[in-house]
């Protein structure tokens, strides 16, 4: 047996578990993913060639003893978990699995298939997709030669607007691009807002850790779909999840009841804001919620509003790398987002804490440029590429399933957002950070700034470097 063999549960498939090491050695490896064009396996492989995380231990770990308490513990779930119904021990069980070549569409599928998973994705904002690396439907071939000759122009207008981005960075910085260091610096900056010229069905790689109940709830959601690929994800994950936790994910099947999509009202259209508040509790009232909880055993009907305002006021704001109080969590909000795929990938990653609601995916709202884009006056082939995608879409018929991966980066989606008051501050944190990718974090502090405006005293984090 090979070394990696034993920490992965096949070598030839795209979707596979990972096996055998330490939770903190696979939190390095997933870290990889973003910014490492390799493979999980690859990153892997040459951590242990180099043996840069003392994996040679676990080489020698005894398999008979890991696999009789294997036995042991499927004795013990198929007692309690699925005989008995308690459900919640599924929980403890841990799975992590690396899912390769799948779409972004369905990525994104994935990710919204339950809260209680994690993910880390290839970014696209620092590493360049590959030409011919997108997710094929089954059609018919005459269909099948539409839909490829999309994806190859898409292609085309990505490293035509890419080039002109970086001419124009180099033209606006005085910079040399015959020094091969500053070509690969300002295409790396070039990517973020190029790919928004490249369609959903682009492959990515994406890294998956989970409990057993909340992977059982998403691969029954993924085999209940309607979508040919997201069938196929929910059957790989059952196949290779089920090979470290073949007990706690049984009763996996398909379930007509789950199968149905959450829609966030109408299609996106063309707004002149991405971030829209759509109810608020009106100020006294989330004032005195925050005070009640911030306040434990104080008689607030001693106290006036603006008296209440005060003492929140004095109370020192919790810090940098501090939970935000739990008083935040009683206040909650309504938000509507019309934002480019490419930033509903972003805020998709914390549904944790969010409850969404979304439309599908489409050619209706039309497109976000960038403005460094429109700076490099590559706007006109980000159109010339939305042209081609809808026209393409519409040979193939607008309602047919392969439409969907044709819609682009930036096409505008529609999304509801329900939300408390904690998980702003969290947005604002990790969305409105200076290195944040710039939309997502643009709709951020427009939501900051709302917020703010009905509830100015609610402390909110200040955004790293400035509005």
Same mark, same amino acid.
């Given at each position: 047996?090979?070394?990696?063999?034993?920490?992965?549960?096949?070598?030839?498939?795209?979707?596979?578990?990972?096996?055998?090491?330490?939770?903190?050695?696979?939190?390095?490896?997933?870290?990889?993913?973003?910014?490492?064009?390799?493979?999980?396996?690859?990153?892997?492989?040459?951590?242990?060639?180099?043996?840069?995380?003392?994996?040679?231990?676990?080489?020698?770990?005894?398999?008979?003893?890991?696999?009789?308490?294997?036995?042991?513990?499927?004795?013990?779930?198929?007692?309690?978990?699925?005989?008995?119904?308690?459900?919640?021990?599924?929980?403890?069980?841990?799975?992590?699995?690396?899912?390769?070549?799948?779409?972004?569409?369905?990525?994104?599928?994935?990710?919204?298939?339950?809260?209680?998973?994690?993910?880390?994705?290839?970014?696209?904002?620092?590493?360049?997709?590959?030409?011919?690396?997108?997710?094929?439907?089954?059609?018919?071939?005459?269909?099948?030669?539409?839909?490829?000759?999309?994806?190859?122009?898409?292609?085309?207008?990505?490293?035509?607007?890419?080039?002109?981005?970086?001419?124009?960075?180099?033209?606006?910085?005085?910079?040399?691009?015959?020094?091969?260091?500053?070509?690969?610096?300002?295409?790396?900056? @070039?990517?973020?807002?190029?790919?928004?010229?490249?369609?959903?069905?682009?492959?990515?790689?994406?890294?998956?850790?989970?409990?057993?109940?909340?992977?059982?709830?998403?691969?029954?959601?993924?085999?209940?779909?309607?979508?040919?690929?997201?069938?196929?994800?929910? +059957?790989?994950?059952?196949?290779?999840?089920?090979?470290?936790?073949?007990?706690?994910?049984?009763?996996?099947?398909?379930?007509?009841?789950?199968?149905?999509?959450?829609?966030?009202?109408?299609?996106?259209?063309?707004?002149?804001?991405?971030?829209?508040?759509?109810?608020?509790?009106? @100020?006294?009232?989330?004032?005195?919620?925050?005070?009640?909880?911030?306040?434990?055993?104080?008689?607030?009907?001693?106290?006036?509003?603006?008296?209440?305002?005060?003492?929140?006021?004095?109370?020192?704001?919790?810090?940098?790398?501090?939970?935000?109080?739990?008083?935040?969590?009683?206040?909650?909000?309504?938000?509507?987002?019309?934002?480019?795929?490419?930033?509903?990938?972003?805020?998709?990653?914390?549904?944790?804490?969010?409850?969404?609601?979304?439309?599908?995916? *489409?050619?209706?709202? *039309?497109?976000?440029?960038?403005?460094?884009?429109?700076?490099?006056?590559? *706007? @006109?082939?980000?159109?010339?590429?939305?042209?081609?995608?809808?026209?393409? @879409?519409?040979?193939?018929?607008?309602?047919?399933?392969?439409?969907?991966?044709?819609?682009?980066?930036?096409?505008?989606?529609?999304?509801?957002?329900?939300?408390?008051?904690? +998980?702003?501050?969290?947005?604002?944190?990790?969305?409105?950070?200076?290195?944040?990718?710039?939309?997502?974090?643009?709709?951020?502090?427009?939501?900051?700034?709302?917020?703010?405006?009905?509830?100015?005293?609610?402390?909110?984090?200040?955004?790293?470097?400035?509005?």
């Amino acid at each position: 047996m090979q070394p990696l063999e034993r920490f992965v549960s096949n070598m030839d498939r795209d979707v596979y578990a990972i096996l055998n090491l330490p939770e903190e050695v696979v939190a390095v490896i997933f870290a990889y993913v973003s910014r490492s064009s390799l493979s999980f396996r690859e990153n892997l492989a040459k951590l242990i060639a180099g043996d840069e995380l003392a994996i040679s231990p676990w080489l020698q770990a005894s398999a008979p003893a890991a696999h009789e308490a294997a036995a042991t513990a499927a004795a013990f779930h198929e007692k309690w978990v699925v005989g008995y119904g308690h459900a919640s021990v599924a929980e403890h069980a841990c799975v992590h699995l690396g899912v390769e070549r799948v779409s972004r569409l369905a990525s994104a599928a994935l990710e919204l298939a339950s809260p209680y998973l994690s993910f880390t994705e290839y970014s696209q904002r620092y590493q360049q997709p590959q030409r011919g690396a997108y997710y094929l439907p089954r059609l018919a071939p005459s269909a099948e030669a539409v839909y490829a000759q999309a994806m190859d122009d898409l292609y085309d207008a990505y490293e035509e607007i890419k080039e002109i981005v970086v001419q124009h960075l180099a033209a606006s910085e005085g910079l040399d691009l015959a020094d091969p260091k500053v070509r690969k610096r300002l295409e790396r900056r @070039a990517f973020e807002d190029a790919r928004y010229a490249l369609p959903l069905g682009m492959e990515t790689n994406v890294g998956v850790t989970g409990n057993a109940r909340a992977l059982r709830d998403a691969i029954v959601l993924l085999r209940s779909s309607p979508h040919a690929e997201e069938v196929e994800l929910g +059957e790989a994950l059952l196949r290779e999840a089920g090979a470290v936790t073949p007990t706690l994910l049984r009763h996996s099947d398909p379930s007509p009841a789950v199968g149905a999509r959450p829609q966030g009202g109408s299609p996106a259209r063309y707004v002149t804001t991405p971030v829209r508040l759509l109810s608020a509790p009106p @100020a006294g009232a989330a004032l005195r919620r925050i005070a009640s909880a911030a306040l434990p055993g104080e008689d607030l009907s001693r106290h006036t509003d603006p008296e209440l305002l005060k003492i929140l006021q004095s109370i020192t704001p919790y810090g940098p790398y501090d939970a935000p109080p739990p008083a935040y969590q009683i206040v909650r909000y309504e938000v509507a987002f019309d934002i480019s795929e490419a930033a509903w990938h972003q805020l998709l990653r914390h549904r944790r804490r969010v409850d969404f609601t979304w439309s599908e995916p *489409g050619f209706e709202g *039309g497109i976000v440029v960038p403005p460094l884009v429109a700076a490099a006056d590559a *706007g @006109a082939v980000l159109r010339g590429a939305e042209e081609t995608a809808k026209g393409a @879409a519409e040979r193939l018929g607008l309602s047919h399933p392969a439409a969907r991966y044709l819609v682009l980066n930036a096409h505008r989606r529609s999304v509801q957002a329900s939300l408390d008051l904690a +998980e702003i501050c969290h947005l604002v944190r990790q969305r409105g950070k200076a290195d944040a990718q710039w939309e997502i974090r643009q709709a951020i502090l427009l939501l900051r700034g709302l917020v703010q405006g009905v509830h100015p005293f609610a402390w909110l984090p200040e955004p790293e470097g400035g509005e």
